[in-house]
């Protein structure tokens, strides 16, 4: 029961760290090309890393495990299903900005210039992000109270 308890709270934990963390990037981002706002571009990114490490983990423990429902009740689950639809798009959406800010931390610890050209557009894709979380935190509820399971 404690196992249980502990990995949900720290699933909603992890919602709320990733939505703070990818609002304040996208802050960031539009605050670009002023040299302070990369660093905070690149610290927000990074706490939204970690919020989706979190996410993921105790997500495919929960999903997975002995902790939950079990991987019968949450697959058949239409809220969970639109849950991982959007978790899937969240990710589509972050090859870019991802590789951009792997390579924007290499140049700055060579010392070299980052092109932050594309920071409106990954701007725009944090915003997206952003509303595919919320949504993702209606179809966590919409299943908490046993919606979206098909009846017999």
């Given at each position: 029961?404690?196992?249980?308890?502990?990995?949900?709270?720290?699933?909603?934990?992890?919602?709320?760290?990733?939505?703070?963390?990818i609002w304040g990037r996208r802050?960031?981002?539009?605050?670009?090309?002023?040299?302070?706002?990369?660093?905070?571009?690149?610290?927000?990114?990074?706490?939204?890393?970690?919020?989706?490490?979190?996410?993921?983990?105790?997500?495919?423990?929960?999903?997975?495990?002995?902790?939950?429902?079990?991987?019968?009740?949450?697959?058949?689950?239409?809220?969970?299903?639109?849950?991982?639809?959007?978790?899937?798009?969240?990710?589509?959406?972050?090859?870019?900005?991802?590789?951009?800010?792997?390579?924007?931390?290499?140049?700055?610890?060579?010392?070299?210039?980052?092109?932050?050209?594309?920071?409106?557009?990954?701007?725009?894709?944090?915003?997206?992000?952003?509303?595919?979380?919320?949504?993702?935190?209606?179809?966590?509820?919409?299943?908490?109270?046993?919606?979206?399971?098909?009846?017999?």
């Amino acid at each position: 029961m404690l196992t249980r308890w502990l990995l949900a709270a720290a699933h909603l934990l992890g919602l709320g760290i990733g939505l703070g963390a990818i609002w304040g990037r996208r802050r960031a981002l539009l605050q670009l090309p002023d040299a302070s706002a990369l660093g905070r571009v690149l610290y927000t990114d990074t706490w939204w890393g970690i919020a989706a490490a979190i996410w993921i983990s105790t997500g495919l423990a929960r999903a997975l495990g002995p902790f939950e429902k079990g991987r019968d009740y949450y697959f058949h689950n239409h809220f969970f299903l639109a849950k991982m639809a959007c978790l899937l798009l969240i990710l589509i959406l972050e090859i870019a900005p991802m590789l951009t800010f792997i390579r924007w931390r290499g140049q700055l610890a060579r010392h070299e210039s980052v092109d932050t050209s594309k920071a409106r557009f990954f701007a725009r894709i944090s915003a997206w992000q952003a509303v595919l979380v919320m949504v993702m935190v209606l179809a966590a509820t919409a299943m908490a109270r046993g919606l979206g399971t098909p009846t017999p």
